[in-house]
């Protein structure tokens, strides 16, 4: 069975910092690239952050570079987002997703709420 499971979430102060983390099992996790996407209250998906199989590459959305940073423990099958400096527009609901080739996988989602 897979699943895809973040912790992490929480509220925060202005500034403040978390780390996200997705646990992963039922599916071969350093065989596929992994994504971080949030979805703020009213509004649409949006892709955060995404690192490659190996997690040599990383990639981030304009709005959360240099304050994000995506990392992955393939021994742990397991995925990360260190989040600092954070900001109130970063108020939203965080998913992991990890995608195939061929398919693709979805967690819960975590709630991360920025506010002083």
């Known amino acids: 069975q897979v699943q895809l499971v973040e912790s992490g979430g929480g509220l925060v102060q202005p500034g403040g910092s978390l780390r996200l983390s997705c646990a992963a099992s039922?599916?071969?996790?350093?065989?596929?690239?992994m994504y971080w996407v949030r979805q703020a209250p009213g509004k649409g998906l949006e892709w955060v952050s995404v690192i490659n199989t190996g997690g040599g590459s990383t990639y981030y959305a304009e709005s959360v570079k240099g304050r994000f940073t995506i990392s992955r423990d393939n021994a742990k099958n397991t995925l990360y987002l260190q989040m600092n400096s954070l900001k109130s527009e970063d108020t939203a609901v965080y998913y992991c997703?990890?995608?195939?080739?061929?398919?693709?996988?979805w967690g819960q989602g975590t709630q991360v709420t920025v506010s002083s």
């Open positions: 997703n990890a995608r195939g080739i061929i398919n693709g996988y």
């Open positions: 039922g599916f071969t996790f350093s065989s596929y690239w």
